[in-house]
């Protein structure tokens, strides 16, 4: 059986949707970040990052970071492209997700990472704040006519769905981004992404 560790709200969250959906069974364990349950060293031996998500396998060998886990669960529930070239954009897209976005995300939640004087923080949290802004509009731009981010729904959607529950947590104008909110308005009309969403307290 498979195993993921998550925190409310973190990038766990799509892992937990797809495992959520896969209606295969799972557990779902939540490492409380309030309590420094990430930097334990039962959760170190399994994440040396002390991060989320990590995910424990069927055999217990534990896989870390979204761009494996996201591709391993799409290709285990059928939820990843089958075709080479399909392949490669979803491994661009999970790339630029997983390099760009969420780093810039973390300029503004965790500017400690990024500079030991604090005196620098509000102009990281500032300049992360305008990039991951841009990002943003830059997925909306890619749901342009499309219903899924990419030809058919597969994992890369409640990673994209993630960065909007973001996006609202930084009180940014995410109804202007027409296309991303529709988008949102349809993974909310999935019953295993509501769950997910109340059961980790989303705000969306």
Known sequence: MLTLYFAPGACSLAAHIVLEESGERYEA???????????SEAYLRINPQGRVPALALDSGEPLTENTAILSYLGKRFGLWPKDALGDARALSLIGFFASSVHPAHAHISRP??????????PNIQEQGRKT??????????????????????????????????????????????????AHTE?????????RIVEDEKIKV
């Open 132 to 181: 991951f802004h841009l990002y943003l509009r830059q997925i909306d731009e890619r749901l342009a006519g499309r219903q899924w981010v990419s030809d058919a729904y597969s994992v890369l959607d409640p990673y994209t769905f993630l960065f909007y529950t973001w996006g609202v947590r930084r009180e940014l104008p995410m109804a202007d981004l027409k296309n991303y909110t």
């Open 186 to 194: 349809r993974m909310l009309a999935r019953p295993a992404v509501r």
């Open 29 to 39: 364990r939540r490492v409380d970040f309030s309590k420094a349950e990430q930097r």
């Open 112 to 121: 400690e990472r990024y500079a030991s004087d604090a005196s620098y923080f």
